[in-house]
């Protein structure tokens, strides 16, 4: 299919959401893409393992306010010890969690996207009420996600420190980082992608990305359907703002989750991955992700673990 780089009007949106779900009927169960992450390629994400070197993907939850984060996480200690009375005491704690905040590294699940009156598979989104999602929560992950992470570093492809708000990546964007990184995204990967958000954030200070950051280009996600990923993460929110799509405000949240069952990660951090990556020359790694055990939630707080 072709579509223009940079705005998709309401029909062709529609177009690449058919095309994009037909591709993926594959995916339509339960576990959505996860389906592809059969034993044999999570041993055969294993051999990945040169160094035993770990790398977590998370960014440091945020207790402050900011312009990108004004529902940040709260964390209180319930019970401090005065190390006077002596013997045995217990330093103790409580956290809440926006999850699908601006700031906060986090999971989504495949009930996250309601479109159409539906959830991924047509599941029906009444199912999820005041009490959680019925079908299609994060338990859906419970036992983890591992497999061959893949990562394309798209400003290194540019030459540029970070792509600026509003820029899209596109489908020919993907095929040339893995050119120019050797390496090849395959079925079953755990794709990440960096835009470079969190070195904008970190250099420049946080701003409003809810209205303006880089993303993906929805037409990028024929090469995911092309690959047979299984799960895609960035460190941005994935879609760009302003939307690319005539009235969605999420196309690649509409496309990955519902229409391919993909599992997203948003607003991971990739700056220690990405020049140890470009260091050892080997953009491929095992990949972990445990998302917490949470029963009809709609994603989790999340810190995967590259292992190279």
């Known amino acids: 299919m072709t579509v223009r780089q940079t705005g998709l009007s309401a029909a062709e949106f529609g177009e690449l959401y058919r095309t994009l779900r037909s591709r993926s009927a594959w995916a339509a169960g339960e576990q959505g893409a ?26 440091p939850v945020e207790t402050g306010p900011g312009p990108d984060n004004p529902e940040p996480a709260q964390h209180r200690m319930t019970a401090v010890p005065d190390g006077r009375s002596g013997g045995l005491d217990f330093a103790m704690d409580r956290f809440a969690m926006n999850v699908h905040g601006d700031a906060d590294s986090h999971l989504d699940a495949l009930c996250h996207v309601v479109y159409d009156g539906t959830l991924h598979g047509g599941v029906p989104a009444d199912g999820v009420t005041a009490s959680g999602a019925a079908a299609l929560s994060v338990e859906v992950a419970r036992d983890g996600i591992v497999g061959r992470g893949v990562l394309l570093d798209i400003p290194r492809l540019r030459g540029v420190p970070w792509l600026e708000p ?28 960096r835009v470079g958000h969190r070195r904008r954030r970190a250099e420049l200070g946080a701003w409003p990305s809810a209205r303006a950051r880089a993303g993906l280009h929805p037409s990028a996600l024929e090469f995911l359907a092309d690959r047979r990923v299984c799960l895609l993460g960035g460190d941005g929110n994935n879609d760009t703002a302003p939307s690319s799509t005539e009235g969605v405000d999420f196309p690649v949240h509409v496309l990955a989750v519902h229409a391919m069952g993909l599992h997203l990660l948003d607003y991971l951090q990739f700056e220690e991955l990405a020049p140890l990556c470009a260091q050892e020359r080997r953009w491929s790694f095992l990949c972990v992700v445990a998302p917490l055990r949470l029963p009809g939630a709609t994603g989790s707080p999340v810190n995967p673990i590259a292992v190279l």
């Open 34 to 59: 996860l389906a592809a992450l059969t034993p044999a390629r999570v041993a055969a994400a294993a051999g990945e393992v040169r160094t035993g070197r770990t790398v977590g993907l998370a960014a």
């Open 166 to 193: 509003g820029d899209h990546v596109t489908e020919d964007d993907l095929a040339a980082a893995e050119a120019a990184q050797d390496v090849r995204v395959g079925e079953g990967d755990l794709l990440l992608v």
